[in-house]
Structure formats: C-alpha cells, structure tokens
C-alpha cells in the first residue's frame, strides 16, 4: 500500500509552541495519535488568531474540515515541547489546505507533519461558500 506524502512548503509564517501532558500519552507511553490531532487543532486556532480570524468567523463565514492526513516521523514524550508550523495553500474555488508540520523544539525532530483539507462555510445558509478573497491575500502575503 503507498504510503501518505506531505510536501511542505519552504518556509512556515506560523509557528506556535504546544506542551505535551500525560492526558496526550497512550499506552506506548508517546503522544497517542488522537491527541496529536487535538494539538493540531489548537495549533489551527492559534493560527487563525494570528490572522486576526475565529474559525468560526473568518470574514464573516466559518470553516469546516473536508479531510485530513498524517505523517508521522517519531515518537513524542510527555513534558516535551513540540514546535508546530502552519500554512495554508493549494486553494480552489471553496477551500484550502492547511499544512503543518510538528517538531520537538530541544532536538529539533520532527514529529509529524500533515495537512488538513478546509472549505469555507456560511452557518446561517448551511451552505459553502467561495474562500473570502481577504483571507486568500492575508495567508499568500505572509
């Protein structure tokens, strides 16, 4: 079976510092892979904050997660911290992709990396909608 590929972009604007907890440990005693995405998720927050942006409110629509995909390069521990870069790119007419990439900041190992499919959504209609024009030119200025 092929294995998933996340290219990263050159440069990450974003970057942002997460603490790992032993509520994020499993079994194996590293970071469980639900919890890496619920680190991720904060990490997207925290990007969204940076552009002046809620998620549920990025030029007066919301967005919604249409997929994701992870890579995981090693394990993490409880009490490290992991340095996640965010970016966002390939966009078509209704969304975009949100690609990260995760690293241990005293060693500098990467982690994980993956990319999170986005669409824009208008919550009052229901419906999805065109990537705000402001939001496109904010994240391809940065």
């Given at each position: 079976?092929?294995?998933?590929?996340?290219?990263?972009?050159?440069?990450?604007?974003?970057?942002?510092?997460?603490?790992?907890?032993?509520?994020?440990?499993?079994?194996?005693?590293?970071?469980?892979?639900a919890q890496l995405l619920t680190l991720v998720s904060e990490a997207r927050a925290r990007y969204f904050r940076s552009l002046g942006y809620h998620e549920g409110d990025v030029e007066g629509v919301g967005i919604i997660m249409a997929d994701a995909a992870v890579q995981y390069k090693s394990e993490a521990f409880q009490g490290e911290t992991l340095q996640v870069g965010m970016a966002a790119n390939d966009f078509s007419k209704k969304g975009c992709d949100l690609v990260w990439c995760m690293h241990e900041r005293s060693s500098g190992r990467e982690?994980?990396?993956?990319?999170a499919g986005i669409v824009f959504m208008n919550y009052a209609t229901r419906q999805i909608v065109a990537v705000p024009a402001a939001f496109r030119q904010r994240v391809t200025m940065a």
């Amino acid at each position: 079976m092929p294995r998933i590929r996340i290219e990263l972009p050159d440069h990450f604007f974003f970057t942002t510092e997460l603490d790992i907890y032993q509520s994020h440990i499993n079994y194996g005693g590293h970071l469980d892979n639900a919890q890496l995405l619920t680190l991720v998720s904060e990490a997207r927050a925290r990007y969204f904050r940076s552009l002046g942006y809620h998620e549920g409110d990025v030029e007066g629509v919301g967005i919604i997660m249409a997929d994701a995909a992870v890579q995981y390069k090693s394990e993490a521990f409880q009490g490290e911290t992991l340095q996640v870069g965010m970016a966002a790119n390939d966009f078509s007419k209704k969304g975009c992709d949100l690609v990260w990439c995760m690293h241990e900041r005293s060693s500098g190992r990467e982690v994980a990396r993956g990319k999170a499919g986005i669409v824009f959504m208008n919550y009052a209609t229901r419906q999805i909608v065109a990537v705000p024009a402001a939001f496109r030119q904010r994240v391809t200025m940065a």
